[in-house]
């Protein structure tokens, strides 16, 4: 299980920055790499948006259709 093992991970759509990640909705872990649900390759979703230049608001993320 990766991340904190409490939460579901589904898929987000990031509307400002447009991009699909998984998500934890526990911890709110994203794995930007969209690869493996590796418990240790994943970042903050704050950190995360911010870099990219969105924010952590869970209103800016829309589930993925896919
Ligand atoms: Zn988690």
């Known amino acids: 299980m ?3 093992g409490q939460g579901s991970v589904q898929r ?3 509307k400002p ?3 699909h990640v998984p998500v934890c909705d526990e911890c709110e872990a994203v ?3 969209d ?3 590796d418990a240790l390759a ?3 979703l704050g950190g995360f948006a911010s870099q990219r230049g ?3 608001l869970w209103n800016e993320l829309a589930p993925a259709t896919r």
């Open 2 to 4: 990766p991340g904190c």
């Open 12 to 14: 987000y759509r990031s």
């Open 17 to 19: 920055i447009d991009v």
């Open 31 to 33: 794995w930007p790499d």
């Open 35 to 37: 690869g493996a649900l």
């Open 42 to 44: 994943f970042q903050n």
């Open 54 to 56: 969105g924010t952590s």
